[in-house]
């Protein structure tokens, strides 16, 4: 029952994760594009 949880927990955890550092990939993309071309920065969260 615990380990079940934990797998749960977490799987939606790294899912979370996964979907802020495409949000703040995505974010940073945008602002780099539209103030000026640079390289683009690896987030790592």
Known sequence: MVASLTLAFGDASGRFRRLIQIAF?????????????????????
């Not at 990939?25 to 969260?45: D, L, T």
């Open 25 to 45: 990939g995505s974010s940073i993309g945008f602002a780099a594009r539209s103030q000026r071309p640079v390289p683009p920065i690896p987030v790592a969260i």
